[in-house]
């Protein structure tokens, strides 16, 4: 049976370890010609830097080829072409297809149509499975576990697919600490909340920003995702409601990281940046080899 990484929750938190550990081993060796004389489809209906440029060398370090479109102003989709259809004749060239859409369940819906293994680069607001393992193994390289942590996750939780995968894999492990800092009109969705009350997870909801960072091992910021408002004003009322600043940071723990999925906007300060405990840059890296490692976990090349 072909293997699909659609959401989160495909995955055990065994295989969570194991790409932990092949993402090490591509740290330390990145050039490994595993997918020799494959294809691979990279079809992304919605923009993206990180995600399909970390993908495309990850592909490129491991010896395959490339198929695609970065813009669906070039593919089909624009002549009114399905995408059961676009999905059904990629499958057919292609030996592996890494897709990204702006409709929550397209991912899935294109696994159940492809004949060959699909791996989900982020469904609008609800999954984005890639970018969880590497924030799993960006805040195992920093805090040496993943159990017994205080997460703090920030800004759009309501529409921010990048924190309802993280939540999930995290409820994975022992004991952790969830706290969510969210406007009230982008609180994290009820579901992914029900789901830590289903475990007996701890989490605690806050609208202001303040001293309580204090506490946190991981401050998780996120960007207001605009491009899911349906009302602009609703959008000008939130945009800048949280800014992490420098200063902010003085009276943190020594092991705290600062992690953010990137692109920012204005919610990281950028004198951040110089902070020794500012990650987000050196987290994008690690997406490189965790991706290496997830096709090679999906493809059954190790
Ligand atoms: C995130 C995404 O696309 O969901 N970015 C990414 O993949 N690195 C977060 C975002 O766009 O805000």
Not at 61 to 73: E, K, M, S
């Amino acid at each position: 049976m072909k293997k699909d990484l659609i959401s989160i929750t495909d995955f055990t938190k065994e295989e969570y370890l194991r790409i932990m550990e092949l993402a090490a081993d591509f740290e330390t060796n990145p050039n490994q010609e595993l997918l020799k004389g494959k294809v691979v489809a990279s079809l992304f209906f919605e923009p993206s830097t990180r995600t399909r440029l970390s993908f495309e060398t990850a592909i490129s370090r491991l010896g395959g080829r490339i198929v695609g479109f970065a813009d669906p102003g070039s593919s089909s989709a624009t002549k009114g072409e399905t995408l059961h259809d676009t999905i059904k004749m990629v499958s057919n060239y292609a030996d592996l297809i890494v897709m990204r859409h702006p409709l929550e369940g397209a991912a899935r819906y294109a696994a159940e149509v492809s004949s060959v293994p699909v791996i989900n680069a982020g469904d609008g607001a609800n999954q984005h499975p890639t970018q969880t393992l590497l924030d799993l193994y960006s805040i195992l390289k920093t805090q040496g576990t993943l159990d017994n942590l205080n997460l703090f996750m920030v800004g759009d939780l309501k529409y921010g697919r990048t924190v309802h995968s993280l939540l999930q894999a995290m409820s994975e492990f022992e004991n952790p600490i969830f706290n969510f800092i969210s406007p009230q009109v982008l609180q994290m969705p009820r579901a992914y909340k029900h789901h830590l009350e289903e475990k007996g997870i701890r989490y605690f909801e806050h609208e202001e920003f303040t001293d309580i960072i204090s506490e946190a091992d991981i401050i998780y910021m996120t960007r207001v995702q605009k491009e899911r408002f349906s009302d602009p004003m609703e959008y000008e009322k939130v945009r800048n409601i949280y800014i992490l600043k420098n200063s902010m940071l003085e009276n943190t723990k020594p092991n705290v990281r600062i992690l953010h999925p990137l692109p920012r906007v204005n919610e990281i300060s950028t004198d951040v940046d110089n902070n020794e405990k500012a990650y987000y840059f050196e987290q994008a890296l690690n997406g490189m080899y965790t991706r290496e490692a997830i096709i090679a976990h999906v493809m059954n090349l190790k």
